[in-house]
């Protein structure tokens, strides 16, 4: 379990194929770090599975790379990173799982005196979860939905979102990794699965 506050960004060190996996290598600045522990690189929930002289290594199945953009990353690439948290943390986000429900392309980034705005195109089956003033994790970012159109929604990025993140720097196009609200999820495909007994009831 995650928060979506990214604790910083790192670049990518080595990105090599295994047999059905591919090995992504960052640099372990933390530490302490131990074998199995698990660390969110772009808001996917990874396993350590190799310490390697300060750096730390992990293998992504090919699901993973198909529906999450670290298929796409090379070396020297920067990525964000959140360690898993700890009994008695402070939640500064929301609840993130690390499980991305899909990508959605980066279509417009609006840059101003008043604000930095990036409009990001979901896919239909997560269009449901998004509701404004609601919760979206981006590329392992806790944000708030500033506005919904459709499948489209828009985030309003902070100047420390902006220094410790990646989010502003990414291009027109860029396949974010998209984990809608665990609450919203919840509640959403209840009312889908209940939604004839509740008439009934109601009736």
């Known amino acids: 379990m995650f928060t ?3 604790e910083k960004t790192v670049r990518v060190l080595a990105v090599a194929s295994g047999p059905k996996f591919r090995r992504l290598t960052i640099n372990d600045d933390w530490g302490d770090v131990r074998e199995g522990e698990s660390i969110a690189i772009n808001g996917v929930c990874l396993t350590v599975a190799e310490l390697m002289h300060g750096r730390l290594g992990f293998d992504v199945i090919k699901e993973t790379l198909e529906r999450t953009n670290l298929g796409l990353l090379n070396e020297g690439d920067e990525v964000n990173v959140e360690r898993s948290m700890r009994a008695g943390d402070r939640i500064n986000g929301h609840f993130v799982q690390g499980h991305v429900d899909g990508t ?3 279509i417009k980034r609006v840059t101003s005196a008043e ?3 990036l409009t990001i195109e979901a896919p239909h089956t ?3 979860y998004l509701s404004p003033k609601g919760s979206i994790c981006i590329d392992g970012v806790s944000l708030t939905i500033a506005s919904v159109e459709a499948a489209r929604f828009d985030v309003a990025l902070i100047p ?3 220094n410790l993140t990646t989010l502003g720097r990414r291009d027109e196009g860029w396949p974010f990794n998209l ?3 665990i609450l919203a999820k919840t509640v959403v495909q209840y009312l889908e699965q209940h939604s004839g007994s509740l008439i009934v009831d109601a009736g």
């Open 4 to 6: 979506g506050i990214v």
């Open 104 to 106: 959605g392309n980066l």
């Open 115 to 117: 604000e930095w705005r």
């Open 126 to 128: 997560l269009a449901k």
């Open 160 to 162: 420390t979102t902006l």
């Open 179 to 181: 984990e809608a609200d």
